[in-house]
């Protein structure tokens, strides 16, 4: 698996808003958005501690 640091995706999303898409770009809106929700996640994973991550297995 290749996945983005949350730097990566940060710019990514940030590219995706300045090229300005339209809603008539169905593919460009789409990967906008998983690139916004990856971002997201990225960063709930980035923020969490080592016994968060613990207590939520248990």
């Avoid at 090229?19 to 593919?27: P, R």
């Avoid at 958005?33 to 207590?55: G, N, V």
């Amino acid at each position: 698996m290749n996945d983005f640091t949350l730097d990566e995706l940060t710019v990514l999303v940030d590219l995706c808003f300045r090229a300005g898409i339209n809603t008539d770009e169905v593919l460009a809106v789409e990967l906008q958005s998983r690139l916004q929700i990856a971002k997201a996640e990225r960063q709930e994973l980035e923020s969490l501690d080592f016994e968060d991550c613990l207590s939520c297995k248990l």
